[in-house]
């Protein structure tokens, strides 16, 4: 089985992005499973009815999130019956969506689920270690998969090592940067953050200039998102029929 995992997608070039590279790279790649990470999606916070629907319609089949889950607060009106959406299981409000899907693949049930760091992370109600455990314990599935959305690497790289062998897949999201440090720990495909799809010329996917000003003065900005020519960052996990993961290979599109 080959999964593609799509990098934090941030705003209208983001999603061009996705619309541009994930039918081709299935096709190319023979990928079974597309999941992506949305949390940035709707104009570089949270998401929209409307484009949850284009990231399915891009050929997406699962979407995970993060701490922007509820930055738009119409994600309420649909996130109870977005059948392919899932939230961080340990975010603040704890009481909406589902923190996982199982997927059935070629006769495999994969368990896709979605969990929040704690370090330097806000309104994350639990451990991450103990999420897994319940995770493991509560849902039956062949394959498990994890988007494990924070900002420091070593928490992540941390986590990887306590569940290898457990878990097939543990992608990190949240930073924006990809890391070089993709790699099987034993039988689990691991990498720091996959980085993301938007524009390239840009600080984590926002306006240059409006970054500097909050930088370097105390002015407080909106946090533009940018635009102009795009990235695309992703990741391609292969899992053997005996359900061991057996490469990770990053990828990442710059403009010319
Ligand atoms: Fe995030």
Redesign the pocket.
């Known amino acids: 089985m080959r999964i593609l995992f799509v990098g934090?997608v941030v705003g209208a070039v983001g999603r061009k992005m996705v619309g541009e590279h994930v039918r081709r790279i299935k096709a190319e790649q023979a990928i079974d499973l597309v999941i992506a990470n949305g949390?940035?999606a709707a104009h570089g916070k949270g998401l929209t009815y409307k484009i949850y629907n284009q990231l399915l319609d891009y050929g997406v089949d699962v979407i995970t999130m993060?701490?922007?889950t509820f930055s738009k607060d119409v994600i309420l009106n649909f996130i109870d019956d977005a059948e392919y959406l899932v939230r961080p299981m340990n975010l603040e409000p704890l009481e909406y969506g589902q923190y996982y899907k199982v997927v059935e693949v070629n006769g495999k049930k994969v368990c896709v689920c979605n969990i929040m760091c704690e370090v330097f992370m806000h309104n994350v109600s639990e451990s991450p270690f103990a999420c897994m455990e319940m995770i493991l314990e509560d849902v039956e599935a062949d394959i498990y998969f994890v988007d494990l959305?924070g900002e420091a690497t070593s928490e992540k790289a941390a986590f990887a090592n306590v569940f290898k062998n457990q878990v097939q897949v543990i992608v990190g999201?949240?930073t924006h940067v990809q890391t070089a440090d993709e790699r099987l720990i034993e039988q689990t495909a691991f990498i720091s953050d996959v980085g993301m799809c938007g524009a390239y010329d840009s600080i984590i996917g926002r306006d240059v200039s409006e970054v500097l000003t909050r930088f370097l003065t105390s002015e407080k900005t909106r946090f533009t998102v940018a635009e102009g020519d795009g990235m695309f960052c992703a990741a391609v996990i292969e899992i053997d029929d005996n359900n061991h993961a057996v490469s990770i290979e990053r990828i990442q599109i710059r403009p010319n």
């Open positions: 934090d949390e940035n993060g701490n922007h959305h999201t949240h």
